[in-house]
């Protein structure tokens, strides 16, 4: 089966780094993806790492450690907007993708 | 980035009747789609995968009467929720993949049945 840990809630302040972290258990294994999600739409994609290393995508960047089934999301100068649910998924199979439960992100002034 | 299009975004239905809704890749075939369901601060649900021009692969615990999935066209799903209960009120979302690890979300149906 697939498992995926990422915490619940994080909260941060205008300017500031947050780094959202995620741990995984997965039979087979391609690739982490990461998702933002507003409240009420839809998600929307972010990045994907598919080998180990970091990935820089703007203000974004997200990081993968194969060897640790471990990834994280990073977010610098974060904004008011930023505040949403991101979600870390795995990619199983050539198109399959499990989601994370979610992390809330609270951006405060 | 690709496109995916869902329509209706809102939908409010009497208990008893049927509920379609439609799923569109609008710049890129997508033989295979995705159906979500997501309840109020939870995670994305897949419910079942939708494959052009075969039957869907439905989730456990997913009833394929209730939760009718075509896919007609290498543009196209549907999902008709049939019968439709109050317990059936949530968001729907479907999904398209377009590259590795990259998925593309409709706008999502919100779904009241009253």
């Known amino acids: 089966g697939q498992s995926l840990e990422q915490p619940s809630e994080v909260t941060a302040v205008e300017g500031a780094i947050v780094q959202i972290n995620c741990t995984y258990q997965?039979?087979?294994?391609?690739?982490l993806s990461w998702y933002q999600q507003h409240d009420g739409g839809a998600p929307t994609f972010l990045s994907y790492?598919?080998?180990?290393g970091l990935e820089e995508t703007g203000r974004f960047s997200s990081f993968l450690s194969r060897s640790d089934s471990y990834g994280y999301l990073l977010l610098q100068e974060l904004q008011m907007k930023d505040s949403a649910s991101y979600f870390c998924?795995?990619?199983?199979?050539?198109?399959?993708?499990?989601f994370g439960k979610g992390t809330m992100l609270l951006v405060s002034p | 980035g690709a496109v995916v299009s869902q329509h209706p975004s809102r939908v409010i239905c009497k208990s008893g009747t049927s509920v379609k809704i439609e799923c569109r890749s609008l710049?890129?075939?997508?033989?295979?789609m995705f159906w979500y369901r997501q309840f109020p601060k939870q995670s994305l649900m897949l419910m079942a995968t939708?494959?052009?021009?075969?039957?869907?692969?439905?989730e456990q615990g997913v009833e394929k009467d209730k939760f009718l999935i075509n896919h007609a066209s290498l543009t196209l799903s549907t999902l008709t929720v049939t019968s439709a209960h109050p317990e059936d009120s949530s968001f729907y979302i479907c999904?398209?993949?377009?590259?590795?690890?990259?998925?593309?979300f409709g706008q999502g149906t919100r779904l009241t049945v009253v």
């Open positions: 998924a795995v990619r199983s199979g050539y198109s399959t993708l499990t």
């Open positions: 999904s398209a993949i377009e590259g590795p690890g990259r998925a593309f």
């Open positions: 997965t039979s087979g294994f391609y690739g």
């Open positions: 710049d890129f075939q997508a033989t295979t």
């Open positions: 790492n598919g080998l180990d």
């Open positions: 939708s494959n052009e021009g075969s039957k869907a692969t439905y």
